[in-house]
């Protein structure tokens, strides 16, 4: 799988003065804004859910209500009964798609940039009431952003403009013959209160960018702003059913249990390895059933419990009660989906998507079968 670049080599060789420079009023991805926002829809809000949850521990995974006040980031996207070694094997398997190291504040450029009111209006205020200069993006196309650079005079301060002492140093993927950069070029005035807008046109949607500005005042140098662009991807999901039909039949798959005399359960459990498998994953909400009595005797039933499913294994069950007369018979039909997230160029064609959603994950191919007493016909 294709992997999605984080960092450029340029974010390496920042200092760390500038990455502590560049995390004005990042506690807007810390404070409760993200629970406010539609998370399941936005793809660049979705890179910063999964970057969290590449890092955090087994125990904080299932503490962390970061994104939702309501339930932990971990039961949401993995679904419950998780243990530690299958949120190792997701984390390894997630690590393939992105290359996890976002500081705080590319975070909070991501969430910017996902153009949300909400997060806009937070991280507003909060630098209305601190000052600065500021630099965020607004996307217009997978190969096209805007550049917004603002300068703010914090209150009582006095310091109604400041200029750029230098020109912006651009990444060689941006094609500055089609790009309108004037608002990053060494001279230029930025008054409070009024922002200026560069348009940069990005050769490669799989290519972050991040620009440092850097700016003074009559009175000397004013604190640099930097702001990271992301890659311009679109999350995809592609969805196929776990069971198939049956062999040397065109019946959908389908196990039995058979009892006489008494009664006897019969389970079937399957496993998914995302590591091992293609990124394929079980859906936890896909999951339903369907039953059907093949032979029915005098006092006999059919009891079906719930099935049960988190994005690594899924459990179907169901009771057989008999006596002596004769052999009760019953028929369960399974039916789970797998799904494979993955992360391509906005534009490219549409594969079966449900959109981002945070209780769509987890999948594979190859299956384990832990335990089947069952007769198959």
Known sequence: MTR????????????????EASDQCSDIIKDGTLQTVNIRTNDLLQQVILDRLSRMTYEESQKDKSFDANIAIGPKKLGVGYDEKQFRRYQDDLRRQLDTSLTISQQRDIALASGDPT?????SNCMDKKGGL?????????????????????????????????????DENIAEDRSDLECLKKGRVLITGTACTAHLYVKSARTPIMLIVKAASKNG???????????RLRYQVTRKPYFTKMANSNEDFYF????KDGDGDFPLSRTVDPTENG???????????????????????????????????????????SNS????????????????????????????????N????????????????????
Do not use: H
């Open 4 to 19: 999605l670049l984080i960092l450029l080599a340029s974010l390496v060789l920042m200092s760390r003065a500038e990455a």
């Open 119 to 123: 997060i806009i209006n937070a991280w």
């Open 134 to 170: 500021s630099v965020r993006y607004i996307i217009n196309n997978k190969n096209s952003a805007f550049a917004i650079v603002e300068w703010r005079a914090a209150p009582k301060s006095g310091v109604p403009e400041v200029f750029l002492t230098e020109d912006v140093k651009l």
């Open 221 to 231: 140098s004013v604190e640099d702003a930097s702001a990271y662009l992301p890659p």
């Open 256 to 259: 039995e249990g058979a009892k």
């Open 279 to 321: 990124g394929w994953r079980f859906d936890p909400q896909s999951i339903e059933q369907s039953f059907s009595t093949i032979n029915n005797v005098n006092r006999g039933d059919c009891i079906a419990s719930p099935p049960k499913a988190n994005s690594f294994t899924s459990y179907f069950s169901f009771r057989v009660r």
């Open 325 to 356: 007369s004769g052999t009760q018979v019953c028929r369960m039909y399974p039916r789970i989906d797998l799904i494979k997230e993955e992360w391509v160029e906005d534009g490219a064609p549409a594969v079966s998507s449900t959109g981002p």
């Open 358 to 377: 945070l209780n769509n994950t987890l999948g594979a191919d190859k299956l384990e079968q832990k335990t089947e007493s069952v007769i198959k016909r």
